[in-house]
């Protein structure tokens, strides 16, 4: 019989100052699914919460910046939306790094449940300090 793993669960603080974009992004994926800890099920949400901080300021390799680029399309004709990592970065920094660890998490509901447990602040201030989180290195 499988118990639930839920009370188990923590919160890990990950200062982003400085940081590649891709480290972060595998480091804090694998927290949220679970693979750092011994009760691992791929078919169980069993990660930990985190909390990522300063995401403005994260680092970035090569000419990223200006040739990395994010897109929407709004299902109209002509519809497509098209806007380089730098652009984005001082707009929306808190997307950048959704949008990479969102691409390493599962591609089904438990990876849905994983991403839920993801808050990203562009800034120091956080409202999660309740939670007790932990300080994880990157």
């Known amino acids: 019989m499988v118990t639930n793993p839920k009370w188990q669960e923590k919160w890990f603080i990950?200062?982003?100052?400085g940081v590649?974009?891709?480290r972060l992004a595998v480091a804090?994926?694998?927290v949220l699914s679970g693979k750092h800890k011994p009760t691992y099920r791929k078919d169980l949400n069993v990660g930990d919460g985190v909390?990522?901080?300063n995401a403005a300021k994260i680092k970035?390799?090569?000419k990223k910046l200006l040739k990395k680029e994010y897109d929407w399309y709004s299902g109209y004709p002509?519809?497509?939306?098209t806007e380089n990592l730098e652009d984005l970065l001082k707009r929306k920094p808190e997307y950048v790094i959704t949008h990479a660890i969102k691409g390493m998490l599962a591609k089904n509901k438990v990876g849905k449940n994983a991403l839920g447990k993801l808050r990203v602040f562009a800034g120091k201030e956080h409202d999660l300090s309740a939670q007790k989180p932990e300080t994880l290195k990157v």
């Open 14 to 17: 990950v200062d982003a100052d």
């Open 78 to 81: 002509g519809g497509r939306r």
């Open 20 to 22: 590649v974009l891709g």
């Open 28 to 30: 804090v994926s694998r």
């Open 51 to 53: 909390v990522v901080i």
């Open 60 to 62: 970035v390799t090569g």
